[in-house]
Nanobody
Framework: QVQLVESGGGLVQAGGSLRPSCAAS????????MGWFRQVPGKEREFVAA????????YYADSVKGRFTISRDNAKNTLFLQMNSLKAQDTAVYYC?????????????????WGQGTQVTVSS
């Protein structure tokens, strides 16, 4: 059973940076797609970024392209999201997700495993 544990959220001023991480266990991730979604109250979950665990290919939502960078540490089975130039509209709960195939999709229902989420709050 795959387990995902996020950490590294917090409160930051607009223009600042945060680097949430996600420790993954219970699976063989070589053929998986891993990524991040975010959600604000009253809205649907939104795709942020994903990475092919084997090849390292990355994908981003237009809203974060150029500001966020997704990366992984294969040896530690840990996923990162470097968030720079943060804006108030980036405020959300950020979820680490796993899809057990390498095919990219931005639909939350296509991701089988979810972490508990970490709150990111950007003050303007």
């Amino acid at each position: 059973q795959v387990q995902l544990v996020e950490s590294g959220g917090g409160l930051v001023q607009a223009g600042g940076s945060l680097r949430p991480s996600c420790a993954a266990s219970g699976g063989t991730f070589n053929w998986y797609l891993m990524g991040w979604f975010r959600q604000v109250p009253g809205k649907e979950r939104e795709f942020v970024a994903a990475i092919n665990w084997s090849s390292g290919s990355t994908y981003y939502a237009d809203s974060v392209k150029g500001r966020f960078t997704i990366s992984r540490d294969n040896a530690k089975n840990t996923l990162f999201l470097q968030m720079n130039s943060l804006k108030a509209q980036d405020t959300a709960v950020y979820y680490c997700v796993v899809r057990p195939t390498p095919v990219l999709t931005a639909h939350p229902s296509d991701y089988h495993y979810w972490g508990q989420g970490t709150q990111v709050t950007v003050s303007s």
